[in-house]
């Protein structure tokens, strides 16, 4: 003790209570029913972070993304199997109304033939129905692939990868992507 404390040694020192500003917008957020998401994503903006970075909380009724690729893929390959079933019991397949009443095949013609071409491993066939439905496959396999690595081996790739396919102009390309697919169909897809 120096000589200019003149407090009980027993005495704790006072501090003024700090006040939790981040908490109490977050809990405002809430009351007004923002999503979950939202609020995890202003209480980084408003904490002063230099970047700040969405955060996905599970809030009610939102379920974890964790095995989505999984799901997806699992998808993919019941359609493939129930278009090989109903190719081989001779099935009639809904016909694209689009192309029956106007002749003009619709963005997503050839799909059908192109999961059968998938199903025989022909690939060269499964780009020739439908290119655009092709390079979504090949995505979503190689979407699954990163996600089994990431499962396997505990490090993060997709996270990133996402973050950047989100900041590039992605709707835009996907846009373009589907219009020059639908002009390939209506020159190229056999009837």
């Not at 809030?59 to 999984?70: E, I, K, N």
């Not at 809904?94 to 059908?112: A, D, H, V």
């Not at 190689?142 to 590039?168: D, H, K, P, S």
Request: charged share 20%; aromatic share 10%; net charge positive.
């Amino acid at each position: 003790m120096n000589g200019t404390d003149t407090r009980p040694l027993h005495e704790p020192e006072r501090r003024a209570p700090a006040r939790p500003v981040e908490t109490q917008r977050v809990r405002t957020e809430r009351e007004l029913g923002a999503p979950i998401a939202v609020q995890g994503f202003n209480a980084r903006i408003n904490s002063g972070d230099s970047l700040p970075q969405p955060v996905l909380e599970n809030g009610p009724g939102r379920r974890s993304p964790r095995h989505l690729p999984l799901w997806i893929v699992l998808g993919l390959v019941l359609l493939a199997l129930g278009a090989q079933l109903g190719a081989r019991w001779q099935l009639p397949f809904p016909q694209c109304l689009l192309r029956k009443f106007t002749g003009i095949p619709c963005p997503t013609c050839g799909c059908t033939r192109s999961l059968l071409a998938w199903w025989d491993l022909d690939l060269a066939a499964a780009f020739r129905f439908n290119p655009l439905f092709f390079v979504v496959c090949v995505g979503l396999l190689a979407w699954f692939g990163l996600w089994c690595i990431e499962w396997l081996t505990g490090r993060v790739w997709l996270n990133r990868l996402g973050a950047r396919i989100r900041r590039g102009p992605v709707w835009k390309v996907c846009i373009a992507l589907a219009a020059v697919n639908w002009v390939y169909l209506w020159l190229k897809l056999p009837k």
